[in-house]
């Protein structure tokens, strides 16, 4: 009679705590610390927002933390023209691939909708410079366009 009020005690003190472990990734914020290292300086723009800027040589420019759920636009400008691209990419982390194992309870699935189950990749993002792209040609006036 004991051991079977112990059991259901336990079973008790268990069931919240299995209920709660697949909702891991609410550990982790809406938003992601990232940061961005070039070869030379250069000023960091994160979607059309200017962030700072590098001082090269390797060195990690920490930008202010980005949301996890969605792709970000890096872009790299140096004082001589030379430019680099990159994009911050959104993917399910390994804690939201465990909360989607467990997607039997509610909680996972609101980590999936709130963006606590992703995280943004690469970290840190690394920009090599080069001199920007030949501009396309000037269409000659004119001409009708039809």
Request: overall charge negative.
């Amino acid at each position: 009679m004991r051991s079977l009020v112990c059991k259901r005690i336990a079973l008790l003190l268990l069931l919240p705590m299995a209920a709660l472990m697949p909702g891991c990734s609410l550990t982790q914020g809406e938003k992601q610390q990232v940061s961005v290292i070039t070869d030379k300086p250069a000023q960091i723009t994160v979607d059309g927002t200017v962030m700072g800027e590098t001082k090269g040589e390797g060195q990690a420019l920490l930008l202010p933390p980005l949301e996890r759920k969605n792709a970000h636009l890096v872009e790299a400008k140096a004082s001589d023209g030379w430019e680099a691209r990159g994009t911050f990419d959104s993917t399910l982390s390994a804690l939201g691939v465990l909360d989607t194992i467990g997607i039997i309870f509610i909680l996972p699935a609101i980590t999936l909708i709130t963006g606590h189950a992703f995280e943004l990749t690469p970290d840190p993002m690394r920009l090599t410079l080069a001199p920007p792209g030949p501009k396309p040609p000037a269409e000659p006036e004119g001409l009708d366009k039809q």
